[in-house]
């Protein structure tokens, strides 16, 4: 006669098996309760500072301002192989380098193009307030990138700014990337090497940029 023979384990098993259970659902669900609602982007470093609430009034009209301009010179570089000269964004009206109400509100900033491989700034030639191409000796030769440097600010506040284009690898003509950079002080003189991690020694901080819907669920309560 056949004779059921249960193991001495199958208790413990079992019991393992339960606490094993209990385990993976407490996991679950304290991620659950104790994740974000809603992921934000992340927490700016020392050298970086946020567009929305770390600039003062006049540096965002001008970074505001840098933005759309850094797209339309890429866009310009992409399509003629040139860069965009103060003399032409007199011409064709680009902010914040045009000189009208704009520029007249927010400190008459006077601006300098550095090109990748020369020492001389090409600024407006009927500025006499443009520093000599001396004062910006080391421009940013083999580094493969394109710098528009503000300074001498009048606004009250006003820091100076750097609008670096890079491109991808050398010997690439695709312009690839802009960051924008500002110094406390206005008089910031123009640096050696813009490296970032040359421009963070030397005081420039980068500015991040949200968008309008980034800043209303920062401002909720919703983002960092």
């Not at 020492?119 to 407006?124: D, E, F, S, V």
């Given at each position: ?43 700016p470093l020392s050298w970086q ?116 284009i890079g491109h991808a690898h ?55």
């Amino acid at each position: 006669m056949a004779r059921l023979v249960h193991p001495a384990s199958g208790r413990w098993e079992s019991l393992a098996l339960l606490l094993a259970t209990l385990a993976v659902i407490a996991s679950v669900a304290g991620y659950v309760l104790l994740r974000p609602q809603k992921v934000g982007p992340p927490t700016p470093l020392s050298w970086q500072v946020r567009s929305f609430d770390g600039l003062s009034a006049v540096d965002q009209a001008i970074h505001s301002a840098l933005l759309p301009a850094g797209e339309e010179i890429i866009w310009s570089n992409n399509d003629t192989g040139g860069w965009i000269t103060l003399e032409h964004a007199q011409k064709i009206l680009l902010p914040p380098f045009y000189r009208d109400a704009f520029w007249k509100a927010n400190g008459e900033v006077h601006w300098q193009l550095i090109l990748p491989g020369t020492h001389r700034p090409h600024g407006l030639a009927a500025d006499a307030l443009t520093p000599a191409a001396s004062d910006v000796s080391r421009a940013t030769q083999g580094q493969g990138a394109t710098v528009y440097y503000g300074s001498g600010g009048r606004a009250p506040g006003q820091s100076a700014y750097l609008l670096v284009i890079g491109h991808a690898h050398a010997g690439v003509m695709w312009a690839n990337q802009a960051t924008i950079w500002v110094h406390r002080d206005p008089n910031a003189p123009y640096p050696g090497i813009v490296k970032p991690e040359s421009l963070v020694g030397s005081g420039w901080r980068q500015v991040i940029p949200y968008d309008g819907a980034s800043e209303v669920e920062r401002v909720k309560g919703t983002q960092p």
